[in-house]
């Protein structure tokens, strides 16, 4: 007799977002992205619908990412000075369909950029590209509630996805998003209580549950990787049981945290028995990031080309396509 | 949990009224108001002076169904109300209730299974109620039994240990606690289990306390279900509270907001 497997039988689905409006819905996005709607764990097609692929979203800065490691640094050269062409080439040629747009400029301990100079450099990149956004704070919290609703007005309309909001601090920039139209990011540190908990405090000012994504803080392999994935594991079982207020796709910063490990960083003459720079730090953003899809993770941001290429690789093969 | 709201009951002064007058606003606000307070179900009995319960019933399934789509419990110890109840019903439907008595068994199972309804099965016969755990567990194995030879499957079978008054039967609750859990290894799948919770303080002057606090060590024995009064607020919080203790959501600082919110 053929061995029949187990499957579950889940009660609830995730919400599903969309980042992006066309001139059609009041935007000006060329396309947009949904993201979420599974019916069950990362990639068990038997057992329940799995209706969009996760999408990887390329970082791009307002200003020069000066401490970007040399493997990381050499792929983009110059442009990494140049911010509308960096988008451009993250568009053109690495065919990015969603970019997420970090202000790290208005920072006050960086250049302490001003909310008009950033709502300026937003409004050109709305216009010099057509994908749908991702727009970052500058992790300033003061600096972030005057700067992103102003971010947020300008972008009205684009169904953005705008973030990041804390339990501490979420009112301000909630109201704007609300407003506008945009979607959230929730942060919660690593923390499934807290994840749920702000959910509840952002539904409870009016957010639609559909317009809120989870960034649960990860970290990169060998650094806390296991921690976050195990959160986001929980949250996942809690939502697909029917918890509401934990079904939201996850966005994970894979980048930011790999390109941070010593093993992503460290030159060769240090450490000759680890093999070449260039690749250690590609090897390490790609292996995080598909460590995460199995958690998972509907939208992961990352920085070097080659690891995306990897990564969707991968998730062509995982949905099967 | 899966809550059965039990306000719309004959037995009641203010619904008792509103069945015998025809007051549809009544019942209409007593059905919106416990779906409100977190009910998955409403209990509908006529109570004990209804002159025609055929008709009292009808009247209660259509005056709810005006206003919410939601589980109906026909609550009647008369066959016939029930089927002609089960008729009217659009949601799903559970019969409430049968006993282990072979004379009500066949009635009631063909016709949860013709209308794809749950059933709840109370451990008494005509004997009345067991004094003892084994007695019930006996009773509720033969509702089992019974139910699989007729087809109907078990996980849609809800077992009643019957609760009896803590001022006068002060040693069963005990022993309806401990047989909740052997319930669910009379067959696989497990039968779910269910109570109907305000007997318990019956005649007490502590009422409510006593509800919740046997409330919450019933679902430390695995309760599935119960028949409660979902208006009473922090009857509703123990219930939230317990779950939340036995992992069955997930903590956050408002958790009672968010099991209101589901």
Redesign the interface.
């Known amino acids: 007799m053929a061995m029949e497997l187990v499957k579950e039988k889940w009660l609830n689905a995730i919400n599903k977002v969309t980042i992006g409006s066309t001139a059609e819905e009041g935007g000006s996005r060329t396309k947009v992205v949904t993201l979420g709607g599974e019916e069950t764990l990362p990639f068990l097609h038997a057992e329940g619908a799995l209706p969009y692929k996760p999408v990887i979203a390329y970082e791009v800065w307002d200003t020069p990412a000066r401490d970007w490691p040399e493997g990381l640094s050499s792929v983009y050269g110059k442009v990494l000075n140049e911010p509308f062409a960096w988008a451009k080439i993250c568009v053109e040629e690495y065919k990015a369909e969603l970019l997420c747009v970090r202000l790290v400029g208005a920072h006050p301990d960086v250049e302490n950029r001003s909310v008009e100079e950033e709502a300026d450099f937003i409004e050109k990149i709305r216009k010099s590209c057509g994908v749908p956004l991702i727009v970052v704070g500058c992790g300033d919290t003061t600096k972030d509630n005057a700067l992103l609703p102003v971010c947020s007005q300008v972008l009205k309309g684009e169904h953005c996805l705008i973030g990041s909001v804390t339990q501490d601090n979420y009112k301000t920039i909630t109201a704007s998003c609300l407003a506008d139209g945009h979607n959230i990011i929730a942060e919660s540190p690593i923390d ?3 994840a ?2 702000l959910n ?2 952002i ?1 409870d000012m009016g957010m639609p549950l559909e317009r809120i994504v989870i960034d649960p803080t990860v970290g990169a392999l060998g650094y806390g990787f296991e921690y976050a994935y195990s959160i986001m594991e ?2 996942r079982l ?1 939502a697909l049981a ?5 079904a939201m796709p996850f966005i994970c910063f894979v980048g930011q945290e790999s390109w941070r490990a010593k093993e992503a960083r460290t030159a060769e003459d240090q450490h000759p028995e680890w093999g070449a720079v260039l690749e250690r730090g590609i090897i390490w953003e790609a292996v995080t990031a598909a460590g995460f899809l199995q958690a998972g993770a509907d939208i992961l941001v990352m920085r070097h080309p080659k690891a995306v290429e990897i990564v969707q690789k991968n998730i062509e093969e995982l949905m099967g396509k | 949990m899966f809550i059965i709201g039990e306000l719309i009951n004959g037995m009641y002064k203010e619904a008792g009224r509103a069945i015998r007058e025809k007051d549809k606003s009544v019942i209409q606000r007593l059905a919106k108001r416990q779906k409100e307070a977190g009910a998955d179900a409403l209990d509908l009995n006529c109570g004990p002076v209804s002159k025609d319960p055929v008709l009292d019933m009808r009247w209660l399934i259509e005056t709810v169904q005006e206003v919410v789509d939601m589980p109906l419990s026909l609550d009647s110890t008369k066959a016939n109300v029930i089927e002609e109840g089960l008729k009217l019903v659009k949601n799903k439907a559970i019969i409430n209730s049968t006993s282990a008595d072979s004379e009500k068994l066949e009635i009631l199972v063909p016709l949860a299974i013709k209308y794809n309804a749950s059933l709840i099965g109370l451990t008494l016969d005509k004997n009345g109620v067991p004094q003892d755990k084994d007695r019930r567990l006996e009773l509720a194995a033969r509702i089992v039994a019974d139910c699989q030879e007729k087809g109907f499957p078990v996980e849609n079978l809800y077992i009643d240990p019957v609760v009896l008054p803590v001022n006068v039967a002060q040693n069963q609750a005990g022993l309806v606690l401990e047989v909740l859990k052997e319930f669910k290894i009379i067959s696989t799948p497990a039968p779910k289990t269910i109570v109907g919770l305000s007997n318990i303080s019956q005649g007490t002057t502590k009422r409510r306390l006593i509800n919740r606090t046997f409330l919450s060590m019933a679902i430390a024995a695995d309760l599935d279900a119960a028949i409660l009064d979902p208006l009473d607020e922090e009857l509703m919080n123990t219930l939230i509270t317990s779950e939340l203790i036995l992992n069955k ?6 958790y009672l ?2 099991y209101r ?2």
């Open positions: 499934v209580n807290i749920k908990q509840i405090l539904s929980r949250s809690a029917g918890d509401k207020m934990l | 959501q997930i903590y956050c600082d408002s907001d968010a919110k589901r």
